[in-house]
């Protein structure tokens, strides 16, 4: 797709003002809750889109302008296709229930879920992720963020959470200076080393599990101690949070490169509908097709768009964009299903199993369980 001039003016604009605009820009996004209600950054760019998540028809502007296909054609055209949201903030109070009609409506079959972060707020919304996933095992993956990453008694509450059967660590302040919210967030640390995360890194790796990571911003110091800590520690997966929002294509590249362990959370909203993004979702294509293993997709509950609906209709519109249906459903699905997948029954679980004193026929071949598969023997039981 052409750049118009009027954009390549825009950018340029961008970088004349780059320091500040980044300050600015970043306060908005990385605020590190997800029921926004501030539309003013994406007025221009995403007003035919509304609140209710209801019907985004033909209105949604683009630069072409020729006939774009609507969200219900899309949704249509893919249902094949089963959408993992690898982000998502909605473990709070009904705001997850609210949503089960338009993920339905939209394919969005499964969901990592929790809350706030890096703060004791997150504790409140991780135990909310663990009750979403008991009613709904087949629908939210819950994360945890309430630990304090400063502190070693953190260390307790990860290995607990692990250990009764959350599946990763996320979303965390491994770094914040721009973001109003998570600056002031008390458990943050200062860099992707800082504080209590190696060790984090290392159980994390025992137990096979993700760390959805937020960094910002992403160059000097923090990127460079997020590289240490993807070379120091190889055994761990972590997920760079929204890697495409404020970052250039190829540093994500880069990243991806020379860390075989980094995992890029695609914000596809970010870049289809922020009017601060800098950058249009083809940019990403090549990067997604070279790393088709471990790009996963991302709403982020449309922080900083109109809605979480926006967000998954950029979703849509990327897969539309890459034209490989084989690869559409690898980055929106296969990547996530597997690291959840391959993650081993814990030592608590088994316990757990034991103690349903299972026949020897309906008992599983332990060695061999996974942590999904323990957690819904375990679940069964308990619902008898
Ligand atoms: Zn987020």
Redesign the pocket.
């Known amino acids: 797709m052409e750049h118009s001039k009027g954009y390549r003016i825009a950018k340029l604009v961008i970088s004349v003002v780059a320091i500040m605009g980044v300050f600015l820009i970043t306060r908005e996004l990385f605020q590190?809750k997800?029921n926004n209600e501030n539309t003013k950054v994406i007025e221009q760019s995403a007003s035919a889109v509304n609140q209710t998540g209801e019907s985004l028809s033909n209105e949604i502007p683009t630069d072409d302008q020729n006939g774009e296909k609507s969200l219900e054609q899309l949704v249509k055209q893919y249902d094949d296709i089963p959408i993992f949201d690898a982000?998502n903030?909605n473990a709070g109070g009904e705001r997850y229930r609210k949503m089960m009609e338009t993920w339905d409506k939209n394919s969005i079959e499964r969901i990592v879920l929790f809350g706030a972060?890096s703060s004791p707020d997150a504790v409140v919304t991780d135990k909310i992720a663990w009750e979403a996933y008991l009613d709904h095992p087949d629908r939210f993956i819950p994360f945890f963020s309430g630990v304090n990453l400063l502190e070693e008694s953190g260390l307790q509450t990860v290995k607990d959470n692990l250990e009764k059967g959350y599946f990763g660590i996320g979303?965390i302040a491994a770094a914040s200076t721009y973001s109003p919210i998570l600056t002031k967030v008390p458990w943050k640390t200062a860099h992707p080393m800082d504080g209590i995360l190696p060790q984090i890194y290392e159980l994390c790796a025992q137990y096979q599990a993700p760390l959805l990571l937020?960094i910002d911003p992403l160059d000097g110091l923090p990127i460079s101690k997020l590289k240490e800590a993807l070379m120091q520690y190889p055994d761990t997966t972590i997920i760079l949070?929204?890697a495409n929002a404020y970052n250039t294509p190829g540093n994500v590249e880069n990243l991806l490169e020379e860390h075989p362990n980094l995992y890029v959370d695609f914000f596809a909203g970010f870049t289809a509908y922020n009017a601060d993004s800098t950058n249009k979702l083809d940019d990403f294509i090549p990067i997604i097709k070279k790393y088709p293993n471990r790009i996963l997709l991302s709403t982020?509950?449309g922080?900083g768009l109109n809605s979480e609906l926006q967000a998954i209709d950029a979703i849509y519109r990327l897969i539309d964009l890459l034209n490989d249906r084989v690869l559409a459903k690898q980055i929106a699905y296969d990547n996530l299903d597997a690291l959840i997948a391959r993650q081993p029954a814990t030592a608590t679980q088994l316990k757990a199993i034991e103690e349903l004193k299972l026949t020897e026929a309906q008992l599983p071949n332990l060695e061999s369980l996974s942590k999904l598969e323990a957690a819904k023997i375990i679940n069964a039981g308990r619902d008898k």
């Open positions: 590190g997800a982000h903030h972060v979303e937020h949070a929204h982020d509950s922080f």
